[in-house]
């Protein structure tokens, strides 16, 4: 696709929906196109665009067929009136700068002398075009307590221009606490009387204001890229990009092209409303915790956004404020990880939770109507009625402030000290490194095999206990587990919970049983067999899925491995050892980085010829959640600072898409397809998850061609310098080979 800069075009911004498959939306996304996907369908991807004419017409020419989705104004514009209030014509909005807009509004409540006792009007920070951004400060006597006395929690909105509801629903939370307060609503009272609550309706003012003056779907603020002192398609930069954490990480979630929606900006926080909000979270008070509404797609999301499958330590507490699919905080919305949307490098949740350890959720606001998108209608009703079901969600965070590791939950949840396996509380976590730390299988006879667990930092020191063949109980201490080259351990995003490792000396044939205690708590005990001795060089995982239903072409063995001897031929002429870990033999499972892989330096995991990872007797549609636990157990080995070898016939293919959409179970791994239909609403799409393959073995591109390259490949620098590989060509396994070091 062409890149979007390059065909955008002047003139008004149009809202259009698509269906496209998961490597068009892939390249929507790296080509800089404002796009948001809506739903997964059988057919591809429902999204919703907002295009200039030229880009429309690019797209179109590209095949990318576009219907145009009717704004919200035209959806309700029988309710406009003569009697409005704004100058604008709108019933319930009002821009910022207009009389009794938005600044007027927080202007008139920072100086009610009936607010005086609790109620403090800052200015936080300056926009591009000189604008104040005004924040109001709730808690009893805010006009002489000094700031950072109390525990505090941010609500924000308008960080995205166009997304009005986002103001709303921030400014009616703000008028609700004023009014219970003022008439003696004693939950209120006794919430501000060692709480703050700040509020900042409108992050970006300039942008806003621009949604009512000159174009209604402008999403940054007014930067004025190329210095032309004008401001259209090709200027702004999106505040929600620009923040110092994974800031410019990749091209996905987000973007060096000024005319981007997404555009990160020159440097991290470059932008004066970014460096006001900075400076709010770190200066101004003492904050638990964040929520910056958004819209829209009735999601409730949390950190880590800037990569998919990636909960943090502190996962215990996001859960119980925010709860799970089957019990959301919200009524109707989808609670999870923040790349359950799309990832997001450089976002305002992961910079507050890993850089200033303030745990931070993305309401993403209803669209209000169907086909609205970000054109909230202009209806009291449902304004209000969105504000309504997102009441008890902030009023339970602000109730958590003084006690965050212990939060108010909607749904009961007592968050524990220990935890060994979330993913019992949070099902859609199943098999994911970081929530089940359970060893069911160890390598590491011989040797000590790590165990870990999640731990409450405030319950002070744990203890491993363990029994081998049902021997007496020992004891080791626990030290927190190492942190990452990428993420997880203990590098950030654990303000609350640590992941903490004990050792266990182990021979093989040993069946070892643990558990931990500490805070007055023990978890569950777990048991593992000591299967193989950590004694090779060199684990080879043999994954070719032989008793699948998707293997091109057929095997001629389904009882034992067909390509094996390639590999183990290759490193015993080398002078190295290995293992082997045999994934059909041992019941689909895929290998623990702790209990199996990370016994070794260097792991070479083959497919054969497996194209889509799926199991017998399940149709066309669907991938096994096998493919998804052996890429994150693999993508675990590696931040561990591992060194993997993938290959195969068709590595990767599925992830780019090359199989068409495919669909899992996170679940349970039940079939999702079946007769051509979708059965499951919980199934996610797997085939446009091709973050693995770009990130950690460096393979951006698929190249389909089977065997063509034999001309030699040449080392061009560390480790590689001097090396020469010659290719076998169609003669061999077509192998395609991605090396992680």
């Known amino acids: 696709l062409p890149a979007s800069g390059s065909v955008a075009t002047a003139g008004q ?118 604008r104040d951004v005004l924040g109001i400060r709730m808690t009893e006597g805010a006009g002489t307590l000094a700031l950072g006395a109390r525990p505090a929690v941010l609500y924000q909105g308008t960080t995205h221009a166009r997304e009005w509801i986002s103001t709303e629903v921030t400014m009616r939370l703000l008028e609700w606490f004023l009014n219970e307060r003022s008439k003696g609503n004693t939950q209120v009272t006794n919430l501000l009387q060692d709480r703050e609550l700040w509020f900042v309706p409108v992050v970006n003012p300039d942008g806003y204001e621009h949604t009512f003056t000159t174009e209604r779907l402008w999403r940054k603020n007014l930067r004025d890229n190329d210095g032309d002192n004008k401001i259209t398609n090709a200027d702004g930069v999106d505040l929600n990009r620009n923040y110092p954490e994974h800031w410019n990480y990749d091209d996905e979630g987000s973007n060096t092209q000024t005319s981007s929606e997404t555009f990160r900006g020159a440097s991290p926080a470059s932008e004066p409303e970014t460096q006001g909000n900075i400076n709010l979270v770190e200066n101004m008070a003492d904050f638990r915790f ?34 799970i699919d089957s019990n959301p905080a919200v009524p109707g919305f989808n609670p999870g990880v923040g790349a ?123 203890t491993l206990h363990f029994r081998i063949n049902r021997g007496p109980s020992r004891t080791a201490e626990t030290t927190p587990s190492p942190p990452g080259e990428v993420y997880g351990g203990n590098n950030a995003y654990n303000a609350y919970y640590q992941y903490l490792r004990g050792q266990i000396r182990v021979r093989e044939g040993n069946s070892v049983e643990y558990w931990f205690s500490g805070g007055g708590e023990t978890t569950e005990h777990v048991t593992f067999q000591v299967v193989e001795d950590a004694d090779a060089d060199v684990l ?49 499972t895929a290998p623990d980085h702790l209990g199996v892989l990370g016994h070794y330096d260097a792991v070479i995991w083959y497919t054969g010829n497996d194209f889509v990872t799926r199991e017998a007797g399940k149709q066309a549609g669907n991938v096994s959640r096998l493919a998804v636990d052996m890429t994150l157990t693999m993508r675990q080995f590696l931040n561990e600072g591992g060194a993997l070898t993938y290959t195969g016939q068709r590595a990767g293919a599925v992830e780019n898409g090359l199989a068409g959409t495919q669909y899992y179970d996170p679940v349970a791994n039940q079939q999702c397809v079946k007769g051509g239909k979708l059965m499951l609403n919980r199934c996610l799409v797997w085939s446009d998850k091709n973050d693995f393959l770009q990130y950690y073995l460096g393979a951006f591109i698929y190249n389909s061609r089977d065997g063509a390259p034999t001309a030699p490949v040449q080392g061009t620098a560390v480790p590689y310098s001097g090396l020469t590989w010659n290719l076998n060509g169609a003669d061999r396994v077509k192998m395609r080979v991605c090396v992680s070091i």
Request: charged share 20%.
């Open 13 to 130: 911004l149009k809202a259009y929906t698509a269906t496209v498959d998961t490597a068009t939306l892939g390249a929507l996304v790296d080509s800089g196109y404002d796009v948001t996907p809506t739903d997964e369908t059988l057919k591809g991807v429902e999204v919703y665009l907002v295009l200039s004419a030229g880009e429309r017409k690019a797209l179109n020419r590209k095949g990318i067929s576009t219907t145009f989705a009717s704004a919200g104004l035209e959806q309700e514009s029988a309710q406009l009136s003569t009697a409005s209030e704004s100058i604008y014509g709108w019933e319930v909005f009002r821009s910022y700068d207009e009389p009794g807009g938005i600044e007027d509004q927080l202007q008139a409540i920072g100086n009610n002398p009936a607010y005086a006792d609790f109620v403090k009007l800052y200015d936080v920070g300056d926009t591009i075009q000189g």
């Open 340 to 462: 359950d949307l799309y990832t997001t490098n450089g976002e305002f949740t992961d910079w507050a939770h890993g850089k200033a350890g303030v745990l931070a959720w993305t309401p993403e606001l209803s669209e209000g109507c169907a086909g609205c998108g970000f054109e909230f209608p202009d209806n009291e009703a449902k304004v209000q009625k969105q504000f309504e079901i997102n009441l008890d969600f902030a009023l339970n965070v602000a109730r958590s402030a003084t006690d965050p590791d212990d939060p108010a939950s909607h749904w009961g949840m007592d968050t524990k000290g220990l935890y060994l396996n979330l993913a019992s509380i949070d099902p859609w976590k199943t098999n994911w490194p970081t929530s089940d730390l359970r060893v069911q299988t160890s390598y590491g006879g011989g040797s000590l095999q790590p165990v870990e667990v999640l731990a409450k930092r405030s319950i002070g020191p744990v």
């Open 290 to 323: 964040a929520i910056s509404y958004h819209s829209f797609g009735d999601l409730l999301l949390y950190t880590q956004g800037w990569q998919t499958l990636t909960p943090s330590a502190d996962d215990p507490v996001y859960l119980a404020l925010t709860g």
């Open 540 to 588: 080879i995982v043999a994954a070719e899925d032989r008793t699948g239903a998707s293997t091109t072409p057929a095997y001629s063995s389904t009882t034992s491995p067909n390509f094996l001897s390639y590999y183990t031929n290759a490193i015993t002429a080398s002078g190295r050892t290995y293992d082997v870990y045999d994934v059909d033999a041992r019941g689909r």
